[in-house]
């Protein structure tokens, strides 16, 4: 499951605010969101490329009544519309956005931006396949528990109580994240809370108590 809220370890915001590369910023149009708005979905016929300047992007895909989460792009992330995934606002969210036409020319310039495009559709494809791969073959709670395990290695904050999760995600985003209902996820929770491997701080921070435990979950002990 995504848990890495960065796609890269590259911030093209902090590249770009060098004085020798105001030139390209001056390609990209600045666009404001306010949380849970649709940035762009799969029926736009525009070709764009943005780069998120605040705020957090949801990438997802969505078919009847299900949503499946792709990636959550940050500040400093950069994204293409040319995919069948619908892109939304976690919060209020700025976006600096630019047509392909201006990218080609900025990436002729710039190599590494064609080289960071090519890590972040990447680490998605890789993101697609280990959804698919949970939806046939895990249940919700070995998803939740794979997905809790990484979110301990990737982000996890080691504490004296165990490891501290600040997610910045809601139950409800977190199933959106695992293609399950927030009710399912919900009842998951309470009960690693209750069999005393995990410990809610607050509405977006986890504390993992027993990551031993939780990885013999995720492996299907």
């Known amino acids: 499951m995504p848990t890495r809220m960065r796609l890269t370890d590259i911030d093209l915001l902090e590249t770009l605010s060098s004085p020798e590369y105001d030139k390209f910023l001056e390609k990209f149009q600045e666009h404001r969101f306010s949380r849970k708005a649709i940035l762009f979905s799969p029926n736009d016929e525009k070709n764009l490329v943005f780069l998120v300047k605040s705020g957090k992007v949801?990438?997802?895909?969505?078919?009847?009544?299900?949503?499946?989460?792709?990636?959550?792009?940050?500040?400093?992330?950069?994204?293409?519309?040319?995919?069948?995934?619908?892109?939304?606002?976690?919060?209020?969210?700025?976006?600096?956005?630019?047509d392909v036409r201006n990218f080609q020319k900025i990436i002729a310039e710039l190599?590494?931006?064609?080289?960071?495009?090519?890590?972040?559709?990447?680490?998605?494809?890789?993101?697609?396949?280990?959804?698919?791969?949970?939806?046939?073959?895990?249940?919700?709670?070995?998803?939740?528990?794979?997905?809790?395990?990484q979110a301990a290695k990737d982000t996890g904050i080691t504490v004296q109580q165990g490891i501290k999760l600040e997610l910045g995600l809601t139950t409800e985003e977190i199933a959106l994240m695992l293609g399950a209902t927030r009710q399912t996820v919900s009842i998951l929770l309470n009960d690693l809370r209750k069999s005393g491997i995990l410990e809610r701080v607050n509405q977006r921070t986890l504390l993992i108590k027993d990551l031993k435990k939780l990885q013999e979950i995720s492996a299907g002990f």
């Open 58 to 98: 949801r990438v997802y895909l969505a078919y009847e009544d299900k949503e499946f989460t792709l990636s959550i792009l940050e500040a400093g992330d950069i994204y293409s519309t040319h995919t069948r995934a619908f892109t939304q606002a976690m919060e209020d969210t700025t976006i600096l956005v630019t």
């Open 111 to 149: 190599p590494a931006f064609g080289l960071i495009m090519v890590k972040v559709l990447g680490d998605l494809l890789k993101n697609s396949i280990t959804i698919i791969n949970g939806l046939v073959f895990k249940d919700a709670r070995l998803r939740l528990a794979e997905f809790l395990v």
